[in-house]
């Protein structure tokens, strides 16, 4: 009897724990983008002049993965510096992350800001890395080519860091802006998820791995209190980067609320080609 309990005592957690992995690993888009879905009639209500933009994507494995169509706001000005493609982080919509356009009103600079699938007004749902890779390509083709003679800025902030620094390795914007970046989704996983293996993420966005190989200006921009992502994945990136790229900290800013800050508005604005 005392040999059934233990072996109980010890299959049961195994058990739990095999299908919590199991769980994580074919629902992990649950957690990792925790989209805002708007209606397709939702209308955005701006104080700047603005253009929506629908652009079809193809998917990566046809007989996987659906085309669908993304959802993007195009802030423009009459005569711009240039143009800031946006990435934005993992939750939310372009109801929340079309703001503070003001800043870019005073910069002179165009913005073009894109949701995800699933995210806002854009159809089909996320289903693999790569295919968030070929959708914000497919995104930033349309964008930039209204910009051949202007300097474009790549940024990314929190979740599109990731994906911002994979398409800057291809396209070499003239500034990639990395804000609130994560060394890697792995090392994010691992301190949120300890018990959970490494292999079992299938958005592992390994910004450590490529950072070295991006050959246009760079500048990271971290808030001192973060504690979501802390500012030592900046030092990390900062350390693999080469071409001495800028590690600006923002005292007293935190994951969601940097933006709210003049430092951070004047460090960008100080960057901007």
Known sequence: MTKTFITLGVAIPCFAYLLTLIGLFFFQERLLFPAEKLPSDYQFINDYPFEEVFIPVSG????????????????????PKGLVFFLHGNAGSLRTWATGIDFYERVNYDLFIIDYRGYGKSTGKISSQQQLISDVKQAWQVASAQYTDKPIVIYGRSLGTGLATILAKEVQPDLLALVSPYSSMIDIAKAQYPFVPSWLLRYPLRTDRIIGDIRSEVVFIHGSDDSFIPISHSQKLQSLSKNNAPLITIKGAAHNDIHQFSDYRDALESVLP
């Open 60 to 79: 990566v494995e046809k007989e996987k993965d659906e085309d669908a169509i993304l959802h993007a706001l195009h802030f423009k000005r009459p005569n």
